[in-house]
């Protein structure tokens, strides 16, 4: 057989009460996409900051075509053929998208930068992406799918021999993802070895060729993809055997009866200018209203207006059949309404504090400061959280930067969840979390629904929406284009609505 293009052998990694890589091995092929897979908190995106030198490794021993390889920084890494994309899109927002796909490598002309060559080397990088941006636009002014996509623009930019995707796809919609697998597979034709991580199943099928599955930062085992039941591989991911993995996975939400007619949340022509068209809304008590279309649609945005976050500049908001006006986040919260935003760096996670604190942050903003929670009160609300959403950390003084980040990911739930809300605005909630965890989280939306929480449900997994919501809303084009009730709900329905044009819309 020829030398592997990648050979790791008994990697290990260890931090402070954890075990985050136990003699780990790897091996990829040219030509190859290998898929790592395992549950939040697995050593998945360790294994890749081990390798590529963001952390230094306590044993182990890394081989690239043969030869031995140590980097000490991802740099280092880069220059040996390593590109990688990982799970924290590492750009810096507010330079330019041609800025961010050539940073660090910038063409010199007599130790000038040349503006025109970076503009241009970044338009082709894009293009074999097919995409086509205004690359002198701040990166920031773009969302979080197409920053994504500048960020695997860059990793595509330099001729590399080993590309890592740390969870490329966690917020690219499906003819995005489509997309981007178009391209991978013609690199796997040329002879590149793929890492690819992702939680989302289908995915795994559809592109990569073999598994390795981590579980508790140890190596379960290397599978032909094809020779891989689904099952089989989500039992190697949670260590338990098929049979519970079934249960598990019958567990669907059940339609019981809505408590009541009565929307607690009703928007009328609510529009905003620039972000989304006037539209009718209306989320009731004991019901997940999903709110399905493809990105750009203006999911986030319709969400950002019933929040405050951009306030509307048309339309009227009723709460309980009082007309509202939420100028900011903090007057919806006041009404007990919470947002779970998409990106959990920018608007979510407080990196630099302990699990905790960030747990508590929104409850106690909400009581202000002269009614503080005390320690003791923190600490118990904390150790619920950790335990009902299964959060993976050593103690719950960890700080939240050193959590994986599917955990990060949950406790930003629990933040939201501590509020106690009446209304609950989840933006893709379950990204980046692994199937057990997804399983949890559905079940909590579905249990606090039957006790009279409204749900609005902001999925780019039209499964997750069919699966868990009791209508449905459907964009396109930052407008509303369908709304779907109960029996109608399916995929195809949703598909279906998306698809249809303007000129076959009646009344459009
Ligand atoms: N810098 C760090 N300091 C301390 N612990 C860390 C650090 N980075 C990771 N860990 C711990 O190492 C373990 C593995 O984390 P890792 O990020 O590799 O998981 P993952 O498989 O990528 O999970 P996810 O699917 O959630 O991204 C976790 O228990 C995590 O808390
Ligand atoms: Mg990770």
Not at 198 to 206: A, C, I, P, S
């Amino acid at each position: 057989m020829a030398t592997p293009l990648l050979e790791v052998r008994g990697l290990s990694k260890g931090f402070p009460g954890v075990r985050a890589l136990d003699a780990v091995d790897l091996t990829v092929q040219a030509g190859e996409i290998h898929a790592l897979m395992g549950e939040n908190g697995a050593g998945k995106s360790t294994l890749i900051k081990v390798l590529t030198g963001v952390f230094p490794r306590d044993a182990g021993e890394t081989r690239l075509d043969g030869q031995i390889i140590a980097p000490k920084s991802p740099r280092e890494a880069e220059a040996l053929g390593m590109s990688t994309v990982y799970q924290e899109v590492n750009l810096i927002p507010h330079l330019s998208v041609a800025e961010n796909i050539c940073l660090g490598r910038q063409p010199l002309w007599l130790g000038t930068i040349r503006w025109g060559a970076i503009a241009k080397r970044a338009r082709a990088a894009l293009a074999r992406l097919d995409l086509s941006l205004d690359v002198n636009r701040q990166l920031s002014s773009y969302s979080i799918a197409i920053q994504q996509m500048v960020a695997i623009a860059r990793a595509l930019d330099i001729s590399a021999k080993l590309l890592i995707l740390d969870e490329p796809t966690s917020s690219l919609d499906k003819t995005e993802v489509e997309e981007l697998f178009k391209k991978l597979r013609k690199l796997r034709e040329g002879g590149l070895g793929i890492i690819f991580i992702t939680h989302f199943l289908e995915q795994v099928y559809e592109i990569s060729d073999l598994i390795t599955v981590l579980r508790n930062g140890r190596r379960v085992g290397c599978f032909a993809t094809k020779e891989l039941p689904r099952i089989k591989l989500v039992s190697h991911m949670i260590g338990k055997d098929v049979r519970e993995v079934e249960a598990l996975e019958q567990k669907r939400a059940s339609t019981a009866t809505i408590r009541s007619d009565l929307p607690m949340l009703e928007a009328k022509g609510l529009g905003r200018k620039g972000s989304i068209h006037p539209l009718d809304l209306e989320i009731r008590p004991g019901e997940v209203l999903g709110l399905a279309g493809l990105l750009g649609s203006g999911r986030t945005e319709t969400a950002r207006l019933l929040f405050g976050v951009d306030p509307p500049d048309q339309g009227t908001l009723l709460f309980n059949r009082r007309a509202v006006r939420f100028h900011s986040p903090r007057s919806a919260i006041r009404y007990r309404i919470a947002l779970t935003p998409e990106d959990r760096k920018v608007a979510g996670i407080v990196p630099s504090l302990t699990v905790r604190e960030n747990i508590v942050l929104a409850l106690q903003a909400s009581r202000g400061i002269w009614r503080r929670l005390s320690v003791p009160e923190q600490e118990k609300l904390a150790d619920r959280f950790i335990q009902s959403l299964d959060i993976k950390t050593p103690t719950r003084e960890q700080i939240v930067r050193n959590l994986s980040g599917g955990n990060q990911q949950k406790v930003l739930l629990a933040r939201w969840l501590a509020t106690e809300p009446r209304l609950f605005i989840l933006d893709e909630p379950t990204r980046g979390i692994d199937v057990g965890a997804k399983a949890e989280v559905e079940k909590l939306i579905q249990s606090l629904r039957q006790e009279g929480l409204a749900v609005l449900f902001i999925s780019s997994e039209l499964e997750e929406i069919v699966r868990q919501s009791q209508r449905v809303v459907v964009l396109r084009d930052r407008r509303k284009v369908g709304e779907l009730t109960e029996a109608e709900i399916s995929e195809e329905a949703i598909m279906q609505s998306i698809a249809t044009s303007d000129m076959e819309r009646p009344g459009a």
